[in-house]
């Protein structure tokens, strides 16, 4: 069933810092354990944050709060997020610099250095998450009605974003990056050559923003109206 529960409220403290550790490991750690096995590297929104779908042996890595999950059958584990290395040990997975998912990934840096991971910061992000997949899935299910196919909301451990695409149109959500330090939901045509107007507000496309979302009466709503007014106006 597609959550349209979930709200949004402010970030916490360390939100920046904390988004961009969880996108380390990400890359480095989870998405590469799932392509091990699969070839496959997205992700998708898990209670309280990020993780694989299962894979193999019915295994699933998952990240809730400040704490990393392993599932391998009836058996899981856990252990608190300290350093990719400590991670990457955990999971079993080797880490390299180039863990193939993808060309505009952070550094590996020191692999034993802290992850500066704020618990609080991560179930915020975890949160967001989980609404914008509420958000997406609602969307994909209005487009299917109609005739029009969406492809599966994937979590992207390169930019980090939740995101589906229908007809050379992204739309996703993003939980922040260099554009912009805050969450944001997005449209994004493949080529947006001859798009004008106000809603078209992002060199890529079209956002609507963190602040906007919660200054609306109705989260789910104002976020769903952004994504059906983009692809009517994408065509």
Same mark, same amino acid.
């Given at each position: 069933?597609?959550?349209?529960?979930?709200?949004?409220? @402010?970030?916490?403290?360390?939100?920046?810092?904390?988004?961009?550790?969880?996108?380390?490991?990400?890359?480095? %750690?989870?998405?590469?354990?799932?392509?091990? %096995?699969? $070839?496959?590297?997205?992700?998708?929104?898990?209670?309280?944050?990020?993780?694989?779908?299962?894979?193999?042996? !019915?295994?699933?890595?998952? /990240?809730?709060?400040? %704490?990393?999950?392993?599932?391998?059958?009836?058996?899981? !584990?856990?252990?608190?997020?300290?350093?990719?290395?400590?991670?990457?040990? *955990?999971?079993?997975?080797?880490? /390299?610099?180039?863990?193939?998912?993808?060309?505009?990934?952070? !550094?590996?840096?020191?692999?034993?250095? @802290?992850? @500066?991971?704020?618990?609080?910061?991560?179930?915020?992000?975890?949160?967001?998450?989980? *609404?914008?997949?509420?958000?997406?899935?609602?969307?994909?299910? !209005?487009?299917?009605?109609?005739?029009?196919?969406?492809?599966? %909301?994937?979590?992207?451990?390169?930019?980090?974003?939740?995101?589906?695409?229908?007809?050379?149109?992204?739309?996703?959500?993003? @939980?922040?990056?260099?554009?912009?330090?805050?969450?944001?939901?997005?449209? $994004?045509?493949?080529?947006?050559?001859?798009?004008?107007?106000?809603?078209?507000?992002?060199?890529? $496309?079209?956002?609507?923003?963190?602040?906007?979302?919660?200054?609306?009466?109705?989260?789910? $709503?104002?976020?769903?109206?952004?994504?059906?007014?983009?692809?009517?106006?994408?065509?």
């Amino acid at each position: 069933m597609t959550d349209t529960t979930t709200s949004l409220g @402010p970030l916490p403290d360390g939100y920046a810092e904390t988004r961009e550790a969880l996108r380390r490991l990400a890359c480095y %750690v989870l998405s590469p354990a799932r392509k091990a %096995v699969t $070839g496959r590297i997205g992700l998708q929104p898990t209670p309280g944050g990020f993780g694989t779908p299962l894979f193999g042996e !019915e295994e699933q890595l998952r /990240v809730e709060g400040a %704490v990393l999950h392993r599932q391998q059958g009836a058996a899981a !584990e856990s252990a608190p997020i300290t350093s990719l290395s400590a991670a990457a040990t *955990f999971a079993g997975v080797k880490l /390299v610099e180039d863990p193939g998912v993808g060309h505009d990934i952070p !550094e590996l840096g020191d692999p034993d250095a @802290p992850l @500066p991971v704020s618990a609080d910061a991560a179930l915020a992000l975890g949160a967001f998450y989980r *609404f914008s997949d509420g958000v997406l899935e609602a969307f994909r299910a !209005e487009l299917h009605a109609t005739g029009r196919e969406c492809s599966t %909301v994937q979590l992207w451990p390169e930019h980090f974003d939740l995101g589906c695409n229908i007809e050379g149109v992204n739309f996703g959500a993003s @939980p922040g990056d260099g554009y912009s330090a805050e969450p944001y939901v997005y449209v $994004g045509p493949w080529n947006n050559e001859g798009l004008d107007g106000d809603f078209w507000n992002a060199p890529f $496309g079209a956002t609507l923003t963190y602040k906007e979302l919660l200054d609306a009466a109705d989260q789910h $709503g104002a976020a769903l109206a952004f994504l059906r007014e983009g692809a009517r106006l994408a065509g």
